[in-house]
């Protein structure tokens, strides 16, 4: 697996396999499907509710867990320094790990500076070998990275052909801040998966547009974390290694963006308030 250098050192695979909105009672059997597919990134949270089927996958999979890159994330309700630390722990105990590779601030909201002291804390224990921030623009994440110690490792937001995020990219490369991908089909919105142009543009080169969507993706540097239930998906997914999009092809992708969420913006003031006051445990 292809890998990119973390601004620690630390190699994180740059394709890999997101768990949200698979029920718990899913998770074990896709988890260790997409093991099996070779899969060796993991990306779950605390708020998909389903960290304890993870683990037990990973355990069951008997891989060594030097191979794999776990990644999990800490959300609102549990925002400031001693919460985090509780949050980490809890949520090491249900993945059955002892460190995580990456550990993420999941929303920019509510205590995240609390947070963030804590993961540093816990970065230089080794317990996170990475941490970062998910969903951050621009303005919050160079505010949370100029007044502290550690630079978030990554920035993990929603970026595919309709939202691109090419100048975020550029302004977090030049911060050393790596971007990974939240979904990269758009959840299937704008009828991605039949979008003409991605879908003459992969069958100049025999593939999907699944695959052609993760190939752009890859090829501008860019982590992804595709999600799918089914393993024939799983496989076509990660094969998007023997083929490469030609200048005019990464054009043609580059002209589909609309500069827009496909779900919500993080800094409209509605969201601000319902995905900040949800609560995913007493
Ligand atoms: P996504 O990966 O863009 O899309 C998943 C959807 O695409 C599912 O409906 C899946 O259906 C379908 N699909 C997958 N592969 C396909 C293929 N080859 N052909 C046709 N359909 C295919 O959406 P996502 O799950 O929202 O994003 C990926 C990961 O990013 C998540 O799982 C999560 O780990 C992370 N994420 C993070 C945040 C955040 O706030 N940090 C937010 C959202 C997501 P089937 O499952 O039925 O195949």
Same mark, same amino acid.
């Given at each position: 697996m292809h890998t990119v250098t973390l601004n620690n050192g630390v190699q994180m695979p740059i394709l890999g396999f997101g768990v949200y909105q698979i029920p718990p009672g899913r998770t074990e059997q896709a988890v260790t499907d997409a093991l099996a597919a070779g899969y060796r990134l993991l990306d779950t949270a *605390? *708020? !998909? =509710? @389903?960290e304890q089927a993870v683990g037990r996958a990973i355990k069951n999979s008997g891989i060594p867990r030097e191979e794999l890159f776990v990644t999990t994330k800490v959300w609102v309700q549990d925002t400031g320094e001693e919460n985090t630390h509780r949050a980490f722990d809890t949520s090491l105990r249900n993945l059955g790990?002892? !460190?995580?590779d990456l550990y993420l601030?999941?929303?920019?909201? =509510?205590d995240v500076y609390g947070s963030w002291r804590a993961m540093e804390n816990l970065n230089r224990e080794g317990r996170a070998k990475a941490i970062g921030v998910s969903n951050f623009y621009p303005d919050r994440l160079i505010d949370l990275s100029d007044h502290n110690e550690i630079t978030p490792s990554v920035n993990q937001i929603e970026t595919h052909p309709f939202f691109q995020r090419t100048t975020d990219q550029e302004l977090m490369r030049e911060r050393g801040v790596q971007i990974e991908s939240w979904g990269p089909f758009a959840? =299937?919105? @704008?009828n991605l998966f039949s979008h003409p142009v991605l879908g003459e543009i992969g069958a100049q080169h025999g593939k999907t547009v699944a695959q052609v969507v993760l190939r752009w993706l890859v090829q501008r540097q860019v982590v992804v974390i595709p999600k799918s239930v089914r393993a024939d998906r799983m496989a076509e997914n990660i094969d998007v290694f023997d083929f490469e999009l030609t200048d005019d092809q990464m054009a043609r992708v580059a002209a589909l963006d609309t500069g827009r969420s496909q779900f919500f913006a993080h800094w409209d003031p509605a969201a601000v308030s319902q995905i900040g006051n949800a609560r995913i445990h007493d």
């Open positions: *605390a *708020a !998909y =509710g @389903n790990l002892d !460190y995580l601030i999941h929303q920019p909201f =509510g959840e =299937g919105k @704008n």
